[in-house]
């Protein structure tokens, strides 16, 4: 994670820029992979790193209603619907977010 933010966030893009495509356990869905990780590292990694992105997800929300934003991102979502580059970046973000969870909880085992 990074030392800026706790949340990783400023590390997203470096994340999603490295290939991890000779690692095996990256093989396959990652959303499958990360899956697996949460439901077979102990219980404290796994809460651990649940409790980081339900408190980045209540950040995010609570930064959209102080900042008056609610109809952008409503408006945003329903863009998701019919914007099929937009969907791509969706799914690009969120499997970096599940490589980055995974590291988190993979890191925390060693």
Known sequence: MDAAS???LSSQK???MRDYS???????????????IIFHASKK??????????????LLETF??????????????KALRIDEELQQ???SRKTDIVIQ??????????
Do not use: Y
């Not at 969870?101 to 060693?110: P, T």
């Open 64 to 77: 959209i209603e102080k900042e008056d934003l609610e109809e952008k991102f409503e408006s945003f979502a």
């Open 22 to 36: 000779e690692l095996e356990i990256f093989e396959g869905n990652p959303l499958d992979k990360w899956n697996d």
């Open 14 to 16: 470096e994340v999603s």
């Open 89 to 91: 970046k969706i799914e």
């Open 45 to 58: 990694l796994s809460k651990k790193e649940l409790e980081r992105l339900l408190e980045l997800l209540a």
């Open 6 to 8: 706790p949340f990783g």
């Open 101 to 110: 969870s995974m590291a988190n909880i993979l890191s925390g085992n060693e």
